[in-house]
């Protein structure tokens, strides 16, 4: 167990919708990250917050966005849902927002579009 | 752009056999290299790192020697059981904070 919780662990909607999933990060990390893990393109680094301020942004999707609260965890809005966004989501967190600093996964919260 | 190259699977091996996943890099300046596991049904997990020329990371049996002059880093293990079979994932991270990641490698171990 990483210490890292995402909820829900399954979810399943139609196109067009819109979905949030939530990430905690592990106790006294400031940092999490998103990442989408998808048949087609692998695993891909989506964006990443550091104290609640976005540090750097990946292959995001306008139709995508996050944020990180004060409590320091972290939520996923995906919106417009096509076929193409059922993945693997996962969230990673560390210490600090700095390369030398591990990332830590969570289990991943599978997104079925139908 | 960086980029992480390896090998493809799936591969099968019997108990005992000795694997090697082949991993090449393409990034500028001096990356960190990262060989993570992802067990059935489970998150990604560190199974190794090295963060500069020659490094040799190792767990759990597992090795991996990061070569510049190749730009490598070929995860190996001399004698693999059952419980390995995962898919495992080389990454790299250069001075940014996110890490590519190759495509995968399905290994599964039969008794």
């Known amino acids: 167990d990483s210490g890292v919780t995402q909820t829900p662990k399954h979810l399943i909607t139609a196109t067009g919708q819109r979905v949030t999933l939530r990430c905690s990060p592990r106790?006294?990390?400031?940092?999490v990250y998103w990442y989408q893990q998808s048949l087609d393109q692998g695993l891909q680094f989506l964006i990443q917050?550091?104290?609640?301020?976005?540090?750097a942004k990946g292959n995001i999707l306008e139709r995508f966005s996050a944020q990180q609260f004060p409590d320091l965890h972290s939520e996923l809005n995906l919106s417009s849902l096509e076929l193409g966004d059922s993945a693997l989501y996962f969230c990673?967190?560390?210490?600090?927002?700095?390369?030398?600093?591990?990332?830590?996964f969570g289990p991943g919260t599978r997104l079925t579009v139908l | 752009g960086d980029s992480v190259t390896q090998m493809e699977g799936p591969v099968t091996l019997s108990e005992e056999a000795f694997l090697t996943i082949n991993c090449t890099y393409t990034?500028?300046?001096?990356?960190?290299l990262f060989w993570y596991v992802q067990y059935p049904g489970e998150g990604l997990q560190l199974l190794l790192k090295?963060?500069?020329?020659?490094d040799k990371g190792s767990n759990k049996g597992f090795e991996a020697t990061y070569r510049k002059e190749t730009t490598s880093f070929h995860l190996e293990k001399g004698s693999v059981q059952v419980s390995d079979s995962a898919v495992y994932f080389c990454?790299?991270?250069?001075?940014?904070?996110?890490?590519?990641f190759g495509a995968g490698t399905t290994v599964t171990v039969r008794a």
């Open positions: 990673a967190s560390s210490l600090l927002g700095t390369s030398e600093t591990e990332q830590f």
């Open positions: 106790s006294g990390d400031l940092s």
């Open positions: 917050y550091y104290n609640g301020e976005e540090r």
């Open positions: 990034a500028t300046g001096y990356p960190s």
């Open positions: 090295a963060t500069k020329a020659d």
């Open positions: 990454a790299l991270r250069p001075n940014d904070y996110k890490l590519s």
